[in-house]
């Protein structure tokens, strides 16, 4: 039979790379989102600024 120490190390072995891949996933699904709240703040502003120089009120908009 296999010594139960090395069982142990193999499951923390385990148990850490799984955290690690949660890690990972976790960066880059964040990063994912900040960029497009990004991208959805800067549409946002540049259409508050098309109605503050008149092209809302005119019903004109410059291409985004």
């Given at each position: 039979m296999t010594d139960p120490l090395t069982v142990a190390y193999i499951a923390l072995a385990v148990f850490v790379s799984v955290l690690i891949g949660i890690g990972?996933?976790?960066?880059?699904?964040?990063?994912?989102v900040s960029r497009s709240?990004?991208?959805?703040?800067?549409?946002?502003?540049?259409?508050?600024?098309?109605?503050?120089?008149g092209a809302g009120l005119t019903g004109r908009r410059l291409p985004l």
């Open positions: 990972v996933l976790a960066v880059l699904t964040w990063r994912g709240i990004a991208r959805i703040s800067e549409r946002m502003e540049a259409r508050r600024a098309e109605f503050e120089h």
